[in-house]
C-alpha cells in the first residue's frame, strides 16, 4: 500500500536511490543525507523528511522540513503538496522558503495553503 511516511535513519538507502534519479534537482537533498543522514535535530543540515513510499518500500517523492525552516523538494507537483501538507500538520516549524524543480515549488506555493 502507498502512502506518506516520516523517512527514519535506516530508509537513508532508499532515499538515495530515488534521488539518484534526479542528479539535477535533488543537490541540497543529497548532500544534506550525506553529512547527518535522517535524524532531525535542530542542528544545521538536519530536517525532518516525509516521503511517498510504496508497499515494498520504494520511495516515489520527497519533502524535507530542515532545521532553518525551509522545505527541499523532490516529488512531482501534486505528490509535493501532500508532502508539504503532511509537514505543516505538525505545526511546529514554520517555513522559511522552499527550494524544488520549479513546479513542484510553485504547486506548493500555490495550492499548500488551501
Avoid at 516515489?60 to 503538496?81: K, Y
Avoid at 500538520?89 to 524543480?101: F, L, M, Q, T
Wanted: no cysteine.
Amino acid at each position: 500500500m502507498t502512502g506518506i511516511r516520516l523517512l527514519m535513519p535506516g530508509d537513508e538507502g532508499r532515499l538515495d536511490t530515488y534521488l539518484a534519479h534526479h542528479p539535477a534537482t535533488s543537490m541540497f537533498l543529497r548532500s544534506n543525507l550525506r553529512r547527518v543522514g535522517l535524524e532531525d535535530r535542530a542542528e544545521r543540515f538536519h530536517a525532518r523528511y516525509a516521503a511517498l513510499v510504496d508497499g515494498d518500500g520504494a520511495v516515489h517523492g520527497v519533502v524535507s522540513h530542515a532545521w532553518n525552516g525551509n522545505l527541499l523538494i523532490q516529488a512531482e507537483p501534486d505528490i509535493a503538496v501532500e508532502l508539504a501538507r503532511f509537514h505543516l500538520a505538525a505545526g511546529d516549524r514554520a517555513v522559511a522558503g522552499i527550494i524544488g524543480p520549479l513546479p513542484a515549488v510553485r504547486a506548493a506555493v500555490d495550492r499548500v495553503n488551501r
